[in-house]
């Protein structure tokens, strides 16, 4: 009686010893893991970063977005351009390593002709990436009136659907140009971009026809845009046909007598014809030239008129908001 007392004591004894130490044992692995995962993640997020940074705006789309090469047609760059050479320069050689780009459209108005030493240069920098068909095609569709609508002109050989439409002096990684066209391609009425902007009823003066245009804050603020700027953005090329041909005449005679606001005019205009907010797409953005107009004072105020005549000249509000935003699930980690 009692050694069986005993045994089963100890039997109980040794369980119990056993049971706390795999507690333990389970506890320290847990542990373990959590710290293995946690120092990964680390690694994983300074390996990112470092690459990124690294590889800066040089980098080349993954070889996964050029499957589509053969089957679908590219893009062309419509770029619009004012007595910066550099900046010229150096974004034409940058693009022309864009996997899916044609061609190249110079929007020229200034009152001389481009130079032979620029022509040569570009010339030479969009051949000095050889694609499956040849190379990248280089044209200047020169004007001789200096409008900013020219940016927005039809343009005859124009052999893509697709116009990415940039200023000379902003950069984005190929990788970045060709993640807005996978998007625009799956909506090719919308415009879709990379600076995004908004408007709102400006209720201060109690009217519900009065607007306001706000910069990046705003948008950054709210989470919300209704306009994508023309200085980085996919459209489908009939909007150029319409911009010159539908688009109210108050409104072309004020964007070449401001100097401004042809974006926002396109804006309106493709929203007009949609019904429908562009897409944002996040992308990484280099500016190359010195700061723009956007930095000058009283630039909010001349956009605010803008978007007032605009509404005006249409008849009614035509910008609808969003807060949707596409970005590349490759590029995420956590989600
Ligand atoms: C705006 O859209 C309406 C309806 O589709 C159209 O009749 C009108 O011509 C458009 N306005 C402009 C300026 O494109």
């Given at each position: 009686?009692?050694?069986?007392w005993?045994?089963?004591?100890?039997?109980?004894?040794?369980?119990?010893?056993?049971?706390i130490?795999?507690?333990?044992?389970?506890?320290?692995?847990?542990?373990?893991?959590?710290?293995?995962?946690?120092?990964?993640?680390?690694?994983?997020?300074?390996?990112?970063?470092?690459?990124?940074?690294?590889?800066?705006w040089?980098?080349q789309?993954?070889?996964?977005?050029?499957?589509?090469?053969?089957?679908r047609k590219?893009?062309?760059?419509?770029?619009?351009?004012?007595?910066?050479?550099?900046?010229?320069?150096?974004?034409?050689?940058?693009?022309s390593?864009c996997?899916?780009?044609?061609?190249?459209?110079?929007?020229?108005s200034e009152?001389?002709?481009?130079?032979?030493?620029?022509?040569?240069?570009?010339?030479?920098?969009?051949k000095?990436?050889?694609?499956?068909g040849g190379?990248?095609?280089?044209?200047?569709?020169?004007?001789?009136?200096?409008?900013?609508?020219?940016?927005f002109?039809?343009?005859?050989?124009?052999?893509?659907?697709?116009?990415?439409?940039i200023?000379?002096d902003?950069?984005?990684?190929?990788?970045?140009v060709?993640?807005?066209?996978?998007?625009?391609?799956?909506?090719p009425?919308?415009?879709?971009?990379?600076?995004?902007?908004?408007?709102?009823?400006?209720?201060?003066?109690?009217?519900?026809?009065?607007?306001?245009?706000?910069?990046?804050?705003?948008?950054?603020?709210?989470?919300t845009?209704?306009?994508?700027?023309?200085?980085?953005?996919?459209?489908?090329?009939?909007?150029?046909?319409?911009?010159?041909?539908e688009?109210?005449?108050?409104?072309?005679?004020y964007v070449?007598?401001?100097?401004?606001?042809?974006?926002?005019?396109?804006?309106?205009?493709?929203?007009?014809?949609?019904?429908?907010?562009?897409?944002?797409?996040?992308?990484?953005?280099?500016?190359?030239?010195?700061?723009?107009?956007?930095?000058?004072?009283g630039?909010?105020?001349?956009?605010?008129e803008?978007?007032?005549?605009?509404?005006?000249?249409?008849?009614?509000?035509?910008?609808?908001?969003?807060?949707?935003?596409a970005?590349?699930?490759?590029?995420?980690?956590?989600?």
């Open positions: 009686m009692r050694g069986s005993c045994l089963n004591r100890r039997t109980e004894l040794r369980f119990r010893l056993l049971a130490s795999t507690v333990k044992s389970v506890t320290v692995k847990i542990k373990f893991l959590l710290c293995c995962c946690i120092a990964l993640t680390l690694i994983v997020l300074l390996f990112s970063a470092a690459s990124s940074t690294f590889v800066l040089t980098n789309t993954p070889s996964a977005l050029s499957r589509f090469t053969d089957s590219g893009y062309s760059i419509v770029m619009n351009t004012w007595k910066r050479y550099d900046l010229l320069k150096q974004s034409i050689k940058h693009y390593y996997p899916r780009l044609e061609s190249v459209h110079i929007v020229w009152p001389d002709p481009p130079s032979d030493v620029l022509l040569k240069f570009l010339h030479h920098a969009v000095s990436k050889p694609k499956d190379h990248v095609k280089l044209k200047f569709n020169v004007h001789k009136e200096d409008s900013l609508n020219n940016r002109k039809e343009i005859e050989d124009l052999e893509t659907d697709a116009v990415f439409s200023d000379d902003v950069i984005f990684p190929c990788s970045s060709e993640f807005a066209f996978d998007v625009w391609q799956s909506a009425d919308t415009m879709v971009g990379f600076v995004p902007r908004v408007h709102w009823v400006d209720s201060s003066k109690g009217a519900v026809d009065k607007f306001m245009y706000g910069g990046w804050w705003s948008v950054w603020w709210t989470g845009y209704s306009m994508v700027l023309s200085k980085a953005a996919f459209f489908h090329k009939k909007y150029l046909t319409l911009y010159t041909n688009m109210p005449t108050s409104i072309r005679e070449t007598e401001n100097r401004n606001c042809e974006d926002i005019a396109m804006s309106f205009l493709v929203a007009n014809a949609t019904g429908a907010p562009p897409i944002w797409v996040k992308g990484k953005i280099f500016e190359i030239g010195s700061t723009g107009i956007s930095s000058l004072g630039h909010s105020e001349r956009r605010t803008c978007v007032n005549r605009f509404t005006a000249a249409f008849g009614s509000m035509p910008l609808v908001s969003t807060s949707v935003k970005v590349d699930s490759r590029n995420i980690w956590f989600w």
